[in-house]
Nanobody, 118 residues
Framework: QVQLVESGGGLVQPGGSLTLSCAAS????????MSWHRQDSGDERELVAS???????AYADSVKGRFTIYRDFAKNMVYLRMNGLKPEDTGVYYC????????????WGQGTQVTVVS
């Protein structure tokens, strides 16, 4: 059974920092691209950052220079370091694992809430 368990969310003031963690189990972690998505109430879920198996990263324009995604293959973990947080970063952050070959497989965690408020 595949499980993605996020942690590290919380309440933070603007300009603050948080590091989100996602623990993956039940899958071949080294075969999956990992990503973080967020969703604020009433909005669509949006891609925040992704990291490929080979380590290539990509970021939404809104978080470039402030967020860093990285993974630890030994621990089956993926992280999202968030600096310079803004109120518009508020939302539920979801971890995602995707494998496209030999078949498409896609898994989501349950999410962790991040609230940025003065």
């Amino acid at each position: 059974q595949v499980q993605l368990v996020e942690s590290g969310g919380g309440l933070v003031q603007p300009g603050g920092s948080l590091t989100l963690s996602c623990a993956a189990s039940g899958l071949s972690f080294g075969s999956f691209a990992m990503s973080w998505h967020r969703q604020d109430s009433g909005d669509e879920r949006e891609l925040v950052a992704s990291i490929a198996v080979g380590g290539r990263t990509a970021y939404a324009d809104s978080v470039k220079g402030r967020f860093t995604i990285y993974r630890d293959f030994a621990k089956n973990m993926v992280y999202l370091r968030m600096n310079g947080l803004k109120p518009e970063d508020t939302g539920v952050y979801y971890c995602n694992a995707e494998e496209r070959s030999p078949i498409m497989r896609n898994y989501w965690g349950q999410g962790t809430q991040v609230t940025v408020v003065s």
